[in-house]
């Protein structure tokens, strides 16, 4: 996703956050070499005693700076976080930073934090990104409850670790668990071996959605087709429709649910706790002309159950009036599965791994219920 002049010059700010143990460190060196070449970029821990990305240095009150050999400034903060982030700020302008807080820490507050500091300063939140390890995510919203739930309630993007080592069954129940708590954050589920950190960045950035995608090809079609019949319902829409678009280059993910309140004021990543639904509504009547259905799901599928399911949604109308279905997901050996429909048409083929399996059906009258069995989606 292209940035916005606007934003060029801000410094944006990730937070990582995760339970202890969960990868957080890890995962931030893949960022850093793979994502973040050539990007100045203070990465901040806001830790408890824990070990540093280093390998550990003391952590006096106040900052404490670690040259890292890739070029990235390491700070450990302790004592007045918002203080010691305004110095950072002002020490080394940074087009990036990533603040990774204690594995106890609530990523709410944090988030907090830099929302009062946008008023102030030209930073933005940026990504507010939750690890999750995947074989003991149950155990753990279990026994830490409220700091546990509170990281995933609050993530923009939830990354699995260690989902390579657990079965199936386990990665499904994790992910729903994860869904239950926040429908809206992109879970990611392939092992990081197999994706890469510009691919993890995308996503992060909320760049990567394909309901965003499909949402403006609908509203295109649907615009084009009112410009021949209609020509002052289209001109009603367009202005309207467009508006609507420019939000969603800012918002990204499930932009036709208030991106564009969200989208031209950089505060998009906190969504969902503001009253988000009552004023999304408001905003956006000519989507109210399609709906979209979106899922991401790590579910393995064999690649004839997706030909078939095509098939239904090309040539029925069983789960109402379907204008355009697309998605990435695994397969049953291993391999992932491309798809694009549209009326009449489908095509399936092979295509690289994705972050998670996922799936977009746009329409009118969309069936969910129906939809989701089609898919297998428990």
């Given amino acids: 996703m292209q940035e916005k002049k606007e934003d060029v010059d801000m410094t944006k700010i990730d937070i990582i956050s995760g339970f202890l143990g969960a990868g957080k460190t890890t995962l931030i060196k893949k960022m850093i070499e793979e994502a973040f070449q050539g990007t100045k970029i203070v990465l901040i821990e806001n830790e408890f005693g824990e070990v540093g990305i280093d390998g550990g240095f003391l952590k006096d009150a106040g900052i404490e700076i670690t040259e890292m050999n890739s070029g990235c400034i390491c700070c450990s903060l302790v004592g007045d976080f918002d203080k010691n982030l ?52 149950s155990k753990q919203m279990k026994a830490f409850g409220e700091f546990f739930n509170n990281q995933i309630e609050f993530a923009t993007t939830v990354v699995l670790s260690r989902s390579q080592n657990v079965t199936q069954e386990k990665l499904e129940l994790c992910v729903k668990q994860i869904q239950a708590l926040n429908g ?65 280059e800012g918002h990204g993910h499930h932009a036709h649910e208030g991106g564009e309140e969200h989208g031209h004021h950089h505060t998009h990543h906190h969504h969902g706790h503001d009253g988000e639904e009552g004023h999304a509504h408001g905003h956006h009547h000519a989507d109210e002309v399609f709906t979209s259905w979106g899922k991401e799901t790590p579910h393995k599928y064999e690649k004839h159950k997706i030909q078939e399911a095509l098939k239904a949604l090309s040539e029925t109308e069983t789960y109402g009036t379907v204008l355009r279905a697309k998605g990435m997901v695994e397969a049953t050996d291993g391999t992932w599965i491309y798809f694009d429909m549209v009326p009449g048409e489908y095509e399936l083929r092979d295509g690289q791994p994705e972050y998670t399996g996922r799936l977009c059906v746009i329409g009118c009258g969309l069936k969910e219920s129906l939809l989701m069995e089609l898919f297998e989606i428990a």
Avoid at 218 to 247: F, K, L, P, V
């Fill in 86 to 137: 305004k110095e950072v700020l002002d020490k080394f302008n940074p087009d990036r930073i990533l603040i990774e807080p204690s594995g106890v820490g609530k990523l709410s507050d944090v988030m907090k934090s830099v929302i009062d500091l946008e008023k102030e300063r030209d930073v933005k939140l940026n990504a507010l990104v939750t690890v999750v390890n995947a074989a003991k995510a």
């Fill in 184 to 248: 809206k954050a992109a879970v990611i589920t392939t092992p990081w071996d197999a994706i890469t950190g510009e691919a993890l960045r995308k996503v992060m950035e909320q760049g990567d959605t394909m309901e965003m995608e499909l949402l403006a090809e609908a509203r295109h079609a649907q615009e084009a087709a009112e410009h021949e019949h209609h020509h002052h319902a289209h001109e009603g829409e367009e202005g309207h429709g467009h508006h609507a678009h420019e939000g969603e």
